[in-house]
Structures are given as structure tokens and as C-alpha cells.
T-cell receptor, first 109, second 115 residues
Framework: GQNIDQPTEMTATEGAIVQINCTYQ??????LFWYQQHAGEAPTFLSY????GLEEKGRFSSFLSRSKGYSYLLLKELQMKDSASYLC??????????FGKGTKLSVKP | GAVVSQHPSWVICKSGTSVKIECRSL??????MFWYRQFPKQSLMLMAT?????????EQGVEKDKFLINHASLTLSTLTVTSAHPEDSSFYIC???????????FGPGTRLTVT
């Protein structure tokens, strides 16, 4: 089975940096995805980590530690449009994703 | 690249009728497609995994006779909600992956309202 733990909600200020943590337990490891989902919309792909370490992609970076079952998404220079839910999802061996409730981020001016 | 479309984007139907939702991969061949459902303020729930040319694998608790999934080609999967009831009203989202890669591309979703 899979267990995913993320904070339910976070609030941050425009222009700031925010880190969204995710701990997970999986039966077998196939990488870890981060998705962004705006209210009423489908998720959009942010990152996919397979190896330990930090991967940077513009304002968004994702970190993975396989031994600790831990990942985080780092958002820099926050913008109002970054207000959304952020979902971490480790794929099962069949390739399907099981999502937790995600972290709802609110960016304030 | 890697665009997935869904049709319709929203649909309203009467209780007891059936509704078909299409999911298409527009610029790649999708060996596997997934169907999710999301109720308001809830997480995405995986309903079934569909491989081209074979029967779909349903998650526990999802009625396969009510949610018919067909993946007849490498670019098209359909979900038919049979004998729809108001409690089936939800946001249905498909995703697709190609080959051995784990990355999934999501469609824009279909909002179903059953009256």
C-alpha cells in the first residue's frame, strides 16, 4: 500500500519562498511526482524525481530522499497565480498514481 | 507535445441515463490510460487503469458494471457512466502515459451533473 502525508494548508506572501513537504511510504519505489492543481481544473505536471537530490526547474524545485521517504517542493518568488493545491504522488508499480489530499497553498499580497 | 483532451468538458444528464466521456491522446500513443474522479474539496481518486486492447483494472469499490471503460485504440479511451444517479455527479479526469515512462499527462476533465 501507499501512505502520503502532506500539510493540509499553507499560506505565504507574494514574492516569498515556500517549501511543501511530503513523506510517503510505498511498496517499491518508482519515483515521485509533484502536480499542481488549480481549483476546478485538472492537475498539471511539475516534476518527477527518481534520484536523490534537488532538481531545479525555474521557480520550482523538487527534492527527494529515497532513504527517508521524503520529498519537498520549493516555490520561489511566489506569485498570486501559484495559489493552488500541490499534490505529491509516488506511482505504483502498475504506473498508476495514488494521490493524497494535497497541500492547498494560498498566496497573499 | 503530450496533450490529452477530453470530451465533453461538461455534461448534464437526467437520472437513469448513460453518459459517455472520451479521452484522447492527441500527439502520442497512450499504452495506458487512467480514469480518476474528484468530488468537491476531495482528493483525486483513481477509478481504473486501462491498457489498450485489454480489460480495465478497477480499483476496489468501483463498480465495473456501472463505469464501463473501453480502450480500443492507442489514442482513445472512453468511460461510460451507466444509469447515472445524482451521487455520480463529479469531476472525471483521465490521464495517459506512453510506454514504460511513469509520467502521466492529464486531460482537462469532464464535469458531470446528474439531475
Amino acid at each position: 500500500g501507499q501512505n502520503i502525508d502532506q500539510p493540509t494548508e499553507m499560506t505565504a506572501t507574494e514574492g516569498a519562498i515556500v517549501q511543501i513537504n511530503c513523506t510517503y511510504q510505498t511498496s517499491g519505489f518508482n519515483g515521485l511526482f509533484w502536480y499542481q492543481q488549480h481549483a476546478g481544473e485538472a492537475p498539471t505536471f511539475l516534476s518527477y524525481n527518481v534520484l536523490d537530490g534537488l532538481e531545479e526547474k525555474g521557480r520550482f524545485s523538487s527534492f527527494l530522499s529515497r532513504s527517508k521517504g521524503y520529498s519537498y517542493l520549493l516555490l520561489k518568488e511566489l506569485q498570486m497565480k501559484d495559489s493552488a493545491s500541490y499534490l505529491c504522488a509516488p506511482p505504483r508499480s502498475q504506473g498508476n498514481l495514488i494521490f493524497g489530499k494535497g497541500t492547498k497553498l494560498s498566496v497573499k499580497p | 507535445g503530450a496533450v490529452v483532451s477530453q470530451h465533453p468538458s461538461w455534461v448534464i444528464c437526467k437520472s437513469g441515463t448513460s453518459v459517455k466521456i472520451e479521452c484522447r491522446s492527441l500527439d502520442f500513443q497512450a499504452t495506458t490510460m487512467f480514469w480518476y474522479r474528484q468530488f468537491p474539496k476531495q482528493s483525486l481518486m483513481l477509478m481504473a487503469t486501462s491498457n489498450e486492447g485489454s480489460k480495465a483494472t478497477y480499483e476496489q469499490g468501483v463498480e465495473k458494471d456501472k463505469f464501463l471503460i473501453n480502450h480500443a485504440s492507442l489514442t482513445l479511451s472512453t468511460l461510460t457512466v451507466t444509469s447515472a444517479h445524482p451521487e455520480d455527479s463529479s469531476f472525471y479526469i483521465c490521464s495517459a502515459r506512453t510506454g514504460e515512462a511513469y509520467e502521466q499527462y492529464f486531460g482537462p476533465g469532464t464535469r458531470l451533473t446528474v439531475t
